[in-house]
T-cell receptor, first 112, second 113 residues
Framework: AQSVTQLDSQVPVFEEAPVELRCNYS??????LFWYVQYPNQGLQLLLK??????LVESINGFEAEFNKSQTSFHLRKPSVHISDTAEYFC??????????FGTGTRLQVFP | GAGVSQSPSNKVTEKGKDVELRCDPI?????LYWYRQSLGQGLEFLIY????????KSGLPSDRFSAERTGGSVSTLTIQRTQQEDSAVYLC???????????FGSGTRLTVV
């Protein structure tokens, strides 16, 4: 069975500092990997995804994630965060059934 | 429609009552999913509809929960004899093809008092 582990429930960081949100998964088959973001009082939005090809994927707002098969990880990074990046971030994995299994989420809190 | 629409946005119900939550997916999306988000927890998969195939009900927590999807479009999640532990945000999502990622609705916040 698939599972996703987000070890950090909260990550506090100052504005303009770099950040890494960790995600590890377990699966016995090839996977698709996703990061979703939930801003305060809003629904979940797809941030980025890995389906195949280049292991480094980027979002339009400066986040990137790298698929590391040997370490079964898909960590999310941003070199310089903004106040507006404060949100809950969810990592998710699916196999070819298209059912997503989500992690428990990481709350990123950016301080001025 | 332009997005996934869920109604009501908020629902307060008394313990023991039945509730129905509605989801209207993006037009043309063949796959529809229900998840539950409880405070301090992640998203818990409930049920998955794909086209005309039998739904994947493996995530439904008890037989008080059921869902249907009529005409391959609108879906209704029904919770019978609600309990306080059913209080959560119920999220619906749809997708066009496998692996493309979901589009989520804004959810229904259910409070059982």
């Amino acid at each position: 069975a698939q599972s996703v582990t987000q070890l950090d429930s909260q990550v506090p960081v100052f504005e303009e500092a770099p950040v890494e949100l960790r995600c590890n998964y377990s699966s016995s088959v090839s996977v698709y990997l996703f990061w979703y973001v939930q801003y305060p009082n809003q629904g979940l939005q797809l941030l980025l995804k890995y389906l195949s090809g280049s292991t480094l994927v980027e979002s339009i707002n400066g986040f990137e994630a790298e698929f590391n098969k040997s370490q079964t990880s898909f960590h999310l990074r941003k070199p310089s965060v903004h106040i507006s990046d404060t949100a809950e971030y969810f990592c998710a994995v699916s196999d070819n059934t298209d059912k997503l299994i989500f992690g428990t989420g990481t709350r990123l809190q950016v301080f001025p | 429609g332009a997005g996934v629409s869920q109604s009501p946005s908020n629902k307060v119900t008394e313990k023991g009552k039945d509730v129905e939550l509605r989801c209207d997916p993006i037009s043309g999306h063949t796959a529809l999913y229900w998840y539950r988000q409880s405070l301090g927890q992640g998203l818990e998969f409930l049920i998955y509809f794909q086209g005309n195939s039998a739904p994947d009900k493996s995530g439904l927590p008890s037989d008080r929960f059921s869902a249907e999807r009529t005409g391959g479009s609108v879906s209704t999640l029904t919770i019978q004899r609600t309990q306080q532990e059913d209080s959560a945000v119920y999220l619906c999502a749809s997708s066009l093809v496998a692996g493309s990622g979901y589009t989520f609705g804004s959810g229904t916040r259910l409070t059982v008092v």
